[in-house]
């Protein structure tokens, strides 16, 4: 789901190209009012007891009276033996009738908004029961405030569904948890024939009952209850398809308010087809090819990845993308619980980014990139949610979406497009989440089982932890017969959890002839790092390519470098191995009596190469090998000073 541009915003940015990316500012101060009640009204994560297989929604809509009339069937296995009474999710104001098994009557008691039903008899594991609930009400609420009944802009009688997270049990008796998807379902609408319905799945048949009208839609594939939706007026439908394989179309329906299809708005509804290529190109075939999509249009702000039917407020390139990315991710693989909401929010973000690359050039996605790291920096708390009991911390845009998105960017940095697209398409596909569920650790697995890389650290720092890191980063470089040492520290500053970021971190040190990259892995608070190069440094750039959500002050000073060196410190020599010069460094942060002696391997001390009192300092030594006759081998060099001895390991190849 994805609720984007204020009314004000599209005035002001109405003719930026930019506009239709722009997070709403408002985001999360209007969820918070929207939401008084929390978690307070539902039992999370609804009866445990049992697994649904089956849902099948018989609903007539009565605009007229804004009533619902239904009869729902849920069938659905026991998961213990002995199981004589369970529980669905079902607002109180929703008056049940009648449940049913079969032609029997079953009591049942409804409060708190839980309705709790003993069954015909007792259901040992793996048996099926089966319960018809007929009832009927008038729902109210609606996820983020989307109320059920309204009248579009265009003035006509329109009824939308929004359910995430929390809203399905206002409209129809369920299981009111992600975790528990129908492996498939059966959608009957009636309504006036005035109104054309829409909702998931296939359109089976449409009956005509005189003045109303019922449409039959199947849901072939599993699908999560919050994902299942109806909406109502008097669309008029432009009808397109997408030619996945060659000659092999799937339908494409959107849903539009009567008289508003434009010619610009068919050319940007067209662009739905564009997106279906690069998305089945990047994450594998859409996942609902036995069925359709398409888009419903609706009253509310933004757009909600209603399972092959994203309901949409408008039709910009970012909502549109934002809303068929979900349905892989969101859809297809569900996040198990609300604390996960970054499985599929986040890729929908990130998916935006992948479609401005796509369409406009990868400058274009770092735009995109870049305004979303400006958003996360505002996020506070970890990623996993902590406090599912608040709609708008599950649907905080800074967290969930923006940094979400900007952590999949990451790791696209860490692992390199080949794993990472490689990854995706393996977490997306894979054979245990595919039309299921997932969590982070879901995805962290397949990722590193797909990448061959440990990525613990990477997970458990940005969806664990909280912020980013602030990094000071103090270059400096010496000369030595033509070679330049560079010397880099990185500096973090503490942060609460994790008390620093572990990241590889790329740096790009230009020359007067152009640039050399390096690539180091970054996991100590203060790290140093040296690289040579054969031509002066003119300067530094700290991760070059904005891989990394961070704040970063690159110094160029010698004076705080040196601020930096106030221990006794021993450099690993270089090159190494070498043949015949190589260079030692050391610093002194007081004068001393400095030893620098050479050792053959097996521990023998040969020569000493120094001896002498010396001022404080960072000192070059250079050994030249032939000087002293040595030969190809493993040598130990020593400094000793009378507070600090340090020794290392060097190799002479001739
Ligand atoms: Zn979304």
């Known amino acids: 789901m994805k609720r984007i541009i204020l009314p004000i915003l599209i005035v002001l940015f109405c003719f930026n190209n930019y506009a239709q990316e722009q997070h709403t500012c408002g985001y999360i101060k209007r969820l918070a009012l929207n939401n008084p009640g929390g978690l307070a009204k539902v039992n999370y994560p609804g009866d445990s007891n049992y697994d649904v297989n089956y849902y099948k929604l018989d609903l007539t809509i009565d605009y007229a009276n804004t009533r619902i009339i239904g009869e729902v069937t849920i069938k659905a296995n026991s998961v213990v033996n002995d199981l004589s009474s369970v529980f669905v999710d079902l607002k109180d104001y929703m008056v049940i009738s009648e449940i049913k098994t079969g032609s029997q009557s079953l009591s049942f008691q409804q409060n708190n908004n839980i309705v709790t039903i003993d069954l015909d008899k007792s259901y040992n594991e793996g048996e099926e029961f089966e319960i018809v609930i007929n009832y009927a009400g008038n729902p109210s609420g609606g996820g983020f405030n989307n109320s059920y009944f309204r009248t579009t802009r265009v003035g006509t009688p329109l009824f939308s569904t929004l359910s995430e997270p929390y809203s399905t049990s206002e409209w129809w008796p369920c299981k009111d948890t992600p975790a528990d998807k129908a492996d498939s379902a059966d959608i009957w609408l009636t309504c006036s024939d005035s109104y054309i319905p829409v909702s998931n799945g296939k359109l089976m048949e449409i009956v005509e009952n005189g003045s109303t009208h019922t449409y039959k839609w199947k849901v072939h594939y599993p699908i999560a209850q919050y994902l299942i939706s109806v909406a109502m007026t008097n669309y008029d439908i432009y009808p397109d398809e997408f030619e996945y394989e060659p000659g092999k179309f799937l339908p494409v329906n959107h849903y539009v308010y009567k008289g508003t299809l434009s010619q610009s708005r068919i050319s940007q509804l067209e662009r739905t087809i564009d997106m279906l290529e690069l998305f089945s190109d990047a994450f594998g075939e859409y996942p609902f090819l036995r069925e359709k999509y398409g888009h419903a249009e609706w009253e509310w702000g933004g757009g909600m990845e209603h399972q092959t039917v994203s309901s949409m407020g408008s039709f910009g390139e970012a909502l549109m993308s934002h809303e068929l990315v979900h349905q892989w991710f969101g859809d297809k693989i569900t996040c198990k619980n609300w604390e996960s909401i970054w499985l599929n929010e986040g890729f929908a973000t990130y998916g935006e980014s992948l479609w401005w690359e796509h369409a406009y050039g990868f400058d274009r996605y770092m735009h995109d990139i870049s305004s979303n790291m400006l958003h996360a920096k505002s996020a506070t708390g970890s990623i996993h949610v902590q406090n599912i009991n608040s709609v708008g911390q599950i649907f905080n845009g800074a967290r969930s979406y923006s940094k979400g998105g900007v952590v999949l960017h990451m790791l696209r940095g860490v692992l390199g497009d080949d794993k990472f697209f490689k990854a995706i398409k393996a977490y997306i596909n894979d054979p245990v989440l595919a039309y299921d569920v997932a969590v982070t650790e879901d995805f962290q697995r397949v990722a590193e089982e797909s990448s061959g890389e440990d990525l613990d650290y990477f997970f458990s720092q940005w969806i664990y932890g909280e912020n980013y890191p602030t990094y000071t980063v103090t270059w400096n470089y010496t000369e030595e017969n033509n070679q330049y040492l560079v010397k880099v520290n990185i500096r973090q500053e503490t942060n609460s959890e994790p008390k620093f970021f572990t990241m590889p971190v790329e740096f790009e040190i230009k020359t007067a002839s152009g640039s050399e990259f390096y690539t180091e892995f970054n996991n100590q608070q203060d790290q140093g790092f040296e690289f040579i190069l054969f031509e002066e440094p003119t300067q530094l750039i700290f991760d070059p390519n904005n891989w990394i959500l961070k704040d970063a002050s690159v110094v160029t000073s010698v004076d705080n470098f040196e601020e930096l060196k106030d221990e006794f410190f021993l450099e690993q020599n270089y090159p190494n191995p070498f043949n015949p010069t190589t260079i030692i460094q050391y ?62 390991k060097m190799v002479l190849l001739k």
């Open 587 to 648: 610093n002194l942060p007081q004068a001393t009596n400095v030893k620098l002696t050479l050792f053959d391997n097996l521990g023998n001390e040969i020569i000493t190469l120094l001896d002498e009192v010396k001022n404080p300092g960072y000192y070059n030594f250079e050994l030249n090998s032939a000087e002293y006759g040595l030969s190809s081998g493993v040598y130990f060099y020593q400094l000793t000073t009378n507070k600090f001895a340090n020794t290392k």
